[in-house]
Nanobody
Framework: QVQLVESGGGLVQPGGSLRLSCAAS????????MGWYRQAPGKQRELVAS???????DYADSVKGRFTISRDNPKNTVYLQMNSLKPEDTAVYYC??????????????????WGQGTQVTVSS
């Protein structure tokens, strides 16, 4: 079983910055893609940014030029640096990781895990 724990959310004024972190733990063999999603009240969950193991990134148009995703492979951790925050960035932010884990019996299992979410509120 793979667990993801996010941190770094909070309240920030428009134009401010926040850095989210998400650490994966468990019987991890390898993590392929990691990503950040967000869900605002009354809206569907949407992809914010994703990053592959070799560092290729993809961003939603609404955050390009303001957000930067990065990862530390040895630490199984993904980060989201959010700058020039806007009120419309307010949402619960979730991290997601897809990869391969090892069971107690020694077999390999593909996993796709989500974190519990962290609230980001942009307001004056």
């Amino acid at each position: 079983q793979v667990q993801l724990v996010e941190s770094g959310g909070g309240l920030v004024q428009p134009g401010g910055s926040l850095r989210l972190s998400c650490a994966a733990s468990g019987s991890i063999v390898s993590i392929n893609a990691m990503g950040w999603y967000r869900q605002a009240p009354g809206k569907q969950r949407e992809l914010v940014a994703s990053i592959t193991r070799d560092g290729s990134t993809d961003y939603a148009d609404s955050v390009k030029g303001r957000f930067t995703i990065s990862r530390d492979n040895p630490k199984n951790t993904v980060y989201l640096q959010m700058n020039s925050l806007k009120p419309e960035d307010t949402a619960v932010y979730y991290c997601k990781a897809d990869g391969l884990s090892k069971t107690k019996l020694g077999s390999f299992l593909v996993f796709s895990s989500w974190g519990q979410g962290t609230q980001v509120t942009v307001s004056s």
